[in-house]
């Protein structure tokens, strides 16, 4: 995996970029469930495993986009974080239900750019494929926050890209 990870109460964090923004460091992850008795596995495959288990138990082989999709947004929660100048845990400043957290920038005016990958669509289970499991297409979409950390706006790139798991 190309992300870094660490566990809440709650929540497995994985993540993806970081950036320094107005004397502070925000962190740019997504959240996944820890499972009710799970392991401690920061795995690709633990992001999955309450979804991989629902599959498995019930047969689920031939599941279609339909159902799916909607499994797999509910799993991922795109979370914008921030870490308090003394140190210490960082704390959650923004979140997107059904995303995952992407890159960070500062743009020529001063604003803070957080890309999100938002869940999209043709998700699918492919349990006989070595490389990925589950498989689909995410929507990126940029917020925009200005110095006060207010969201000045929220827009659809027009690009997506490869979700593969």
């Given at each position: ?21 107005n004397?502070r460091?925000?962190?740019?992850a ?35 986009s ?13 979370v ?20 995952l957290g ?6 020529e005016e001063g ?13 699918f289970?492919?349990?006989a494929t070595?490389?990925f499991s589950?498989?689909?297409?995410c929507?990126?979409?940029c ?13 659809d790139?027009?690009?997506?890209v490869?979700?593969?798991?």
């Amino acid at each position: 995996s190309d992300s870094f990870t660490y566990s809440g109460d709650d929540f497995h964090y994985h993540l993806r970029d970081m950036t320094e923004y107005n004397g502070r460091v925000y962190l740019s992850a997504y959240a996944t469930p820890k499972e009710s008795g799970g392991d401690s596995d920061n795995s690709i495959y633990s992001e999955l495993s309450g979804i991989m288990d629902h599959l498995f138990d019930n047969r689920l082989f031939d599941i279609s986009s339909e159902e799916l999709t909607p499994m797999i947004r509910e799993n991922y929660t795109a979370v914008l974080l921030v870490c308090p100048p003394g140190g210490g845990a960082p704390e959650t400043f923004y979140e997107v239900k059904g995303s995952l957290g992407a890159e960070l920038a500062v743009n020529e005016e001063g604003e803070l750019l957080w890309d999100t990958e938002r869940i999209s669509s043709n998700f699918f289970f492919s349990p006989a494929t070595s490389s990925f499991s589950i498989g689909g297409t995410c929507r990126v979409f940029c917020y925009t926050f200005d110095e006060d950390g207010a969201l000045v706006r929220q827009e659809d790139t027009g690009q997506t890209v490869d979700f593969r798991r």
